[in-house]
């Protein structure tokens, strides 16, 4: 079933570019009744350590337009962390469209999982699901924490993952800045 992708308000051009420069490490992305304490709870922990944490119930007030500032909160956003309980991946439709409008951008989800697998489930009929590879590595938490929210450990391999990911991203941008440069050295000698 396809979903509609939301044409966002025009912002200006400064606001833009402050919503690059000082958007979020992390977006949380999870089903309220099935991981919302956890999420709760990982969100906070994020921010003591000084990540910046998009979590809707914090970042939404009253009258505003959710799918506009969620799209946008996505597209300024450097994780997409998806608190993969079975709820979420096989019944929420707002985990289905965030998962979707970050993978269409090509990032990488990073999913933390609660002893289900899901290998049993069909994944044509789950969008959440499909976007991701079967090969794709994710962080496994006991049930049990659901209650209260993640443990050091976890807290610590997110953070690990999110670095290794920024590392890879500053070696792609490093190795594409000289090649930039060439080319625009390039043009310029042509015009000249």
Do not use: C
């Not at 509609?4 to 420069?21: A, H, Y």
């Not at 949380?28 to 999420?39: E, K, T, V």
């Not at 939404?60 to 337009?65: E, I, M, P």
């Not at 209650?147 to 976890?154: L, T």
């Amino acid at each position: 079933m396809p979903i509609e992708t939301l044409n966002p308000p025009r912002r200006g051009f400064w606001t833009s570019i402050k919503d690059r420069l000082w958007g979020y490490d992390f977006f949380i992305s999870y089903h309220w009744d099935s991981g919302g304490l956890y999420a709760v709870n990982l969100a906070q922990r994020l921010r003591e350590k000084h990540y910046d944490v998009f979590l809707d119930r914090a970042d939404y007030a009253s009258g505003d337009d959710w799918k506009a500032i969620g799209e946008r909160a996505l597209r300024n956003t450097q994780r997409l962390v998806l608190i993969a309980t079975r709820e979420a991946v096989t019944i929420s439709k707002p985990v289905e469209r965030e998962v979707m409008l970050f993978t269409d951008r090509n990032r990488q989800v990073i999913s933390i999982v609660f002893g289900d697998k899901f290998e049993e489930l069909d994944r044509s009929l789950h969008l959440t699901l499909n976007r991701m590879s079967d090969s794709q590595l994710y962080i496994e938490d006991g049930k049990e924490t659901l209650a209260f929210g993640p443990s050091d450990k976890i807290v610590a391999e997110l953070i690990r993952t999110q670095g290794v990911m920024r590392r890879r991203n500053l070696r792609a941008m490093l190795t594409l800045i000289p090649v930039v440069a060439v080319i625009a050295f390039a043009a310029f000698a042509t015009l000249s």
